[in-house]
């Protein structure tokens, strides 16, 4: 709605209390999957683990640390001294 002043200014609109609505951008249609292909990634990926589940591929003790190595026995007493 606009409303004319009576003084000769210009038209003022005025303010409604109605939400002006958003325009929101379309949505990107999805692209669907090559059915075939799917099923072929699905057959590598169940190949593999089942390698892996076999056993096949273990990682190699490559750690930063040994936790199988056993820590030599210390005397409690020169604990005691040494502090």
Do not use: F
Request: hydrophobic letters at 35%.
């Amino acid at each position: 709605m606009m409303r004319s002043a009576s003084s000769g200014t210009a038209d003022i609109p005025l303010r409604s209390n109605e939400k002006r609505s958003k325009r929101r951008a379309a949505p990107k249609p999805r692209r669907k999957n090559d059915a075939a292909l799917v099923a072929k990634a699905r057959e590598l990926r169940d190949r593999w683990l089942e390698r892996v589940n076999s056993g096949e591929y273990l990682p190699q003790a490559s750690g930063k640390y040994d936790l199988r190595r056993c820590l030599p026995a210390v005397n409690q007493q020169q604990l005691l001294d040494a502090a």
